[in-house]
């Protein structure tokens, strides 16, 4: 690998980075599970 591309890419395998990336990624998951039921009992109670 070039070094220009190291250097760009480090960050993808920064443990913190990494491990911080797959915390908000399953959070914004769990977020939007949540919205869709909010919208669903909403929907329901029209």
């Known amino acids: ?3 220009l ?3 760009i890419n480090w960050w993808g395998n920064a ?3 990494t491990t911080r ?3 908000l ?3 914004n998951r ?3 599970e949540r919205i869709d039921l ?3 009992r909403l ?3 029209q």
């Open 1 to 3: 690998m070039p070094l």
């Open 5 to 7: 591309e190291e250097a």
């Open 15 to 17: 443990p913190y980075l």
């Open 21 to 23: 990336a797959r915390a």
């Open 25 to 27: 990624t399953d959070e």
């Open 30 to 32: 769990l977020l939007h």
């Open 38 to 40: 909010i919208e669903a």
């Open 43 to 45: 929907s329901a109670n």
